[in-house]
C-alpha cells in the first residue's frame, strides 16, 4: 500500500510540473478519461488510500493500476467526470458505467436573466427496457413507501423519515425513451451556485452516506465550504450557531443549534418539526423517537412532543478502560459535520438505486 502511495504522490507531482489537461485512470482492465482545469489538481490521501482526481472522481487507490497522459490503445474506455461543453453555460458530469446503466449530468444555465440559476438533469441509458422498467419502479416505489434513514451529528445514530426530495410534478421522473430516463433535479438547485452543484454532485458520487467525519485534509477540500441546501447564521456575539433546512417534500423542518464552551463546542440540539398536516406525519415523528430513545446513554437525550421531536447530544470520546467523557469539538470539526448533514439530507435516491 504505502508504495503504491508513494508512487502516486511521484505521478501527481508531475502532473503538476507537466500541466496535463487529459490523463487517463487505469483500472480494472480499462481506463477513465479525465480532463482537468488549471485550478484542478490530484490529492492523494493515505489516511482514506483515496485518490481525488479533481472534483471529477475519487479512487480507491488500490483499485488504480497507473496513471498515464496517453490513452491506452488496448484498452476499453470511458469518459467521466466534469466537462464544460458551453463556457458558463453547458456542463456535463458523466458517471462510471454500472452494471446495465450509464448516466450523466446534463446543467445547462437558465434564461431567466432576472433569476440566474441552472437546471440540473439526471440523464441515465440503460442496456434494455427490462432494466429500465424496474428501476423505475423501484423509483416509484420508493417515492412513497420507503423509509430513508438520515444521519444525525451523532455517530450512529439515523432518524428514519419518509420520502425524498424529487421535483414536484412529475415526481421527478420522466421517460424519454424505451432504454432512457431523465431524473429533474432543477428544483432542489434551484438558484444554487455553479460551484455549489459542482461539489454536490462530487459529494454524493464519492461519498457514501456513512462516510464519518472528521475528513482528512484532501477529502475536506472537496466538501462545499458552508451548507448549501439549509441557511446558518451565528448570533450570540458570534457564539452559537444555527443552521436550518425546511424539507416540503417530506413536510419536516429541521434546526440545529450548537451548545458552546469557550472556543469549542460541546454538542447540539436538534429540533425536527413533522408536518401537522394529517396523522400519518404525527406517527412519523413517534417512530423517528422509538428509534432514538436510549436511557443508558448520558450525553444523549431526545424528548417528543405533538409533532416535534427534539434530540440533545453531548460530543464524548472513551478512554483506555471503557469509560465516557465530554469531548468538545472545534468550530471547524463541528461545520464540517453540519455541510455533511446538509448534504446526506437531500441525497438523492438515484444514487442508491444506480449502485444496486
Known sequence: ?????????VACYSLG?????NIYICLH??????????????????ASHSLHVGLNLRYDIEDIDSIVFIRPSHLQGFRVGWEQLVPQQEFQYCLPPLNSKTALYEIKKTDNSIIPGFDVNLLINFNDPESLQKFASQYAKRTKNWKLTMRTLTKG????????????????????SDENLNVAYSDLFKDKSLEDIHKALYYWQNFTPDTEPP???????ALPGLPIFGTMEHYDDFKKIRYQLELPQKGLTCVV?????????????MTLTFDENGEEYRGEAY????????????????????????ISSFFHETDEAGNL???????????????????EWNRPLAYDLLNQ
Open 215 to 221: 475528513l482528512t485534509s484532501a477529502d475536506s477540500a
Open 1 to 9: 500500500m504505502m508504495k503504491k502511495v508513494f508512487l502516486l504522490l
Open 29 to 46: 482492465g480499462n481506463y477513465h478519461a479525465v480532463s482537468l482545469d488549471d485550478q484542478e489538481n490530484i490529492a492523494p490521501s493515505v
Open 325 to 343: 467523557y465530554p469531548a468538545p469539538i472545534s468550530y471547524d470539526y463541528y461545520l464540517q459535520r453540519l455541510v455533511m448533514l446538509d448534504l
Open 257 to 269: 443549534t450548537s451548545i458552546t464552551e469557550a472556543q469549542d463546542i460541546k454538542g447540539y440540539t
Open 287 to 310: 417512530e423517528a423517537y422509538l428509534s432514538l430513545q436510549d436511557d443508558e446513554d448520558e450525553f444523549f437525550h431526545v424528548q417528543l412532543d405533538d409533532n416535534r421531536l427534539t
Open 17 to 21: 510540473i507537466m500541466a496535463q489537461k
Open 157 to 176: 445514530r439515523r432518524i428514519p423519515a419518509y420520502n425524498h426530495y424529487v421535483t414536484s410534478g412529475n415526481e421527478g421522473i420522466s421517460q424519454e
